[in-house]
T-cell receptor, first 116, second 111 residues
Framework: EAGVVQSPRYKIIEKKQPVAFWCNPISGHNTLYWYLQNLGQGPELLIRYENEEAVDDSQLPKDRFSAERLKGVDSTLKIQPAELGDSAVYLC??????????????FGEGSRLTVL | SQQGEEDPQALSIQEGENATMNCSYKTSINNLQWYRQNSGRGLVHLILIRSNEREKHSGRLRVTLDTSKKSSSLLITASRAADTASYFCATDTSGTYKYIFGTGTRLKVLA
């Protein structure tokens, strides 16, 4: 079974440029997460989807970040315009939430963003 | 925001020794999970312990949970060089399915 797939793995851009990250979760997983991870820190939740609905986006900086999950499967995370402080690894994870119980999160390899 | 704080921040041990790392959290939880992250990779799930459980084992891993102290510990027995990684706890605050990660413990196992 394929795991969570993220692309691109690495992205280098100039500040003020836009950037987009793509995530394909594990087939059948209804919940999808985007996390941001700074060097030496733990992942910080940006947004969580249940199917196609964003149920928690309180940590997403909505002035420059946007996300969507069309048809409840793939998801994209966009930053426009990027700032120097956005340099980090963006992690996507999926999970199967069933009957008010949660299981493990399955993570992709992450997309490392460097803003110059 | 970080829910959990891992302790120690970094740990260096010899191969064959046991490694213990601790996680403290702030609010009531449904369950707590431990993850491993090798350098430059995504996180991998190790073990889940529910709020009504006190101890759980999986291979060389032993996890304990003390909800009265809002803390958990992860013990890796007979460590190997391949165990070198960062370890994170993640908590599911009650009823939200929102996993909040701690700051991590960087474990180095010397061969």
């Amino acid at each position: 079974e394929a795991g969570v797939v993220q692309s691109p793995r690495y992205k280098i851009i100039e500040k003020k440029q836009p950037v987009a990250f793509w995530c394909n979760p594990i087939s059948g997983h209804n919940t999808l997460y985007w996390y941001l991870q700074n060097l030496g820190q733990g992942p910080e939740l940006l947004i969580r989807y249940e199917n196609e609905e964003a149920v928690d986006d309180s940590q997403l900086p909505k002035d420059r970040f946007s996300a969507e999950r069309l048809k409840g499967v793939d998801s994209t995370l966009k930053i426009q315009p990027a700032e120097l402080g956005d340099s980090a690894v963006y992690l996507c994870a999926s999970s199967l939430v069933f009957a008010k119980d949660t299981g493990e999160l399955f993570f992709g390899e992450g997309s490392r963003l460097t803003v110059l | 925001s970080q829910q959990g704080e891992e302790d120690p921040q970094a740990l260096s041990i010899q191969e064959g020794e046991n490694a213990t790392m601790n996680c403290s959290y702030k609010t009531s939880i449904n369950n707590l999970q431990w993850y491993r992250q090798n350098s430059g990779r995504g996180l991998v799930h190790l073990i889940l312990i529910r709020s009504n459980e006190r101890e759980k084992h999986s291979g060389r891993l032993r996890v304990t949970l003390d909800t009265s102290k809002k803390s958990s510990s992860l013990l890796i027995t007979a460590s190997r060089a391949a165990d070198t990684a960062s370890y994170f706890c993640a908590t599911d605050t009650s009823g939200t399915y929102k996993y909040i990660f701690g700051t991590g413990t960087r474990l180095k196992v010397l061969a």
